[in-house]
T-cell receptor, first 114, second 117 residues
Framework: LAKTTQPISMDSYEGQEVNITCSHN???????ITWYQQFPSQGPRFIIQ?????VTNEVASLFIPADRKSSTLSLPRVSLSDTAVYYC???????????????WGLGTSLAVNP | GAGVSQTPSNKVTEKGKYVELRCDPI?????LYWYRQSLGQGPEFLIY????????DSGLPNDRFFAVRPEGSVSTLKIQRTERGDSAVYLC???????????????FGAGSRLTVL
């Protein structure tokens, strides 16, 4: 079973902010939360990783509440090119053996409309 | 190279045939991974190399699947006696080390789409 739960799909429009929430009720103390993006016919691409509070980079922001049982990937002002599948993964960076075998789940298929 | 390169991008074969899929990782990345992704699913781990050795092959589905990385760079995934159920996209990823934090996240190739008729 996947350690995370995400919505299967979301729809948005160009210029809107999109927030994708991932539930990870059984997150362990040493686990980090990592998000990947995958376009059709491409491999997944790392977006952002965080442990607590808020992380921001040039692509997205990641909000993690104090209890860390969920996290929200925020994409500001999406464009058509943000249409992709977004995967949320939870794992301990120092436990690579387990991380290799993480169940990725179905991800969230985001469709950005004109 | 600048990214992870996989060839062929598409391979169509007949049931029972042998196939080889090649992965050229990012230069200097010692860790190399093979994953398999079926339509509508997330990637599924197959095998991991640290340098030339297969450090973890626990994800290989059966003994028809084999992978090598003889010089610690390019890797080849080999599938014998292919079956229709082997049809999937085979993804290769590399990382500077076997760690999943910060800069050591996985960089994936575009994948090789295998279709077994």
């Amino acid at each position: 079973l996947a350690k995370t739960t995400q919505p299967i799909s979301m729809d948005s429009y160009e210029g809107q902010e999109v927030n994708i929430t991932c539930s990870h009720n059984n997150i362990a103390t040493n686990d980090y939360i990592t998000w990947y993006q995958q376009f059709p016919s491409q491999g997944p691409r790392f977006i952002i990783q965080g442990y607590k509070t808020k992380v921001t980079n040039e692509v997205a922001s990641l909000f993690i509440p104090a209890d860390r049982k969920s996290s929200t990937l925020s994409l500001p002002r999406v464009s058509l090119s943000d249409t992709a599948v977004y995967y949320c993964l939870v794992g301990d960076p120092d436990n690579a053996g387990n991380n290799r075998k993480l169940i990725w789940g179905l991800g969230t298929s985001l469709a950005v409309n004109p | 190279g600048a990214g992870v390169s996989q060839t062929p991008s598409n391979k169509v074969t007949e049931k029972g045939k042998y196939v080889e899929l090649r992965c050229d990782p990012i230069s200097g990345h010692t860790a190399l991974y093979w994953y398999r992704q079926s339509l509508g699913q997330g990637p599924e781990f197959l095998i991991y190399f640290q340098g030339t050795g297969a450090a973890d092959d626990s994800g290989l589905p059966n003994d028809r699947f084999f992978a090598v990385r003889p010089e610690g760079s390019v890797s080849t995934l080999k599938i014998q006696r292919t079956e229709r159920g082997d049809s999937a996209v085979y993804l290769c990823a590399s990382s500077p080390t076997d760690a999943f934090s910060g800069a050591n996240v996985l960089t994936f190739g575009a994948g090789s789409r295998l279709t077994v008729l």
